[in-house]
């Protein structure tokens, strides 16, 4: 997976996992591709 890509699918995935947290399959793309972490630019936008 490029450099951009990786970053849109974990800034996707945070902001869906912030959107429906009870979603499991957005925390397994963060678990299984960023260790768990989230993208620390869409929380900060979300603030």
Known sequence: ???????KL????????RA???DQAFSAVLERYFGGATDD???????
């Open 20 to 22: 429906d947290p009870q």
């Open 41 to 47: 630019a869409t929380d900060a936008l979300l603030t």
């Open 1 to 7: 997976m490029g450099g951009i890509d990786a970053m």
């Open 10 to 17: 974990r800034s996707s995935m945070t902001l869906f996992h």
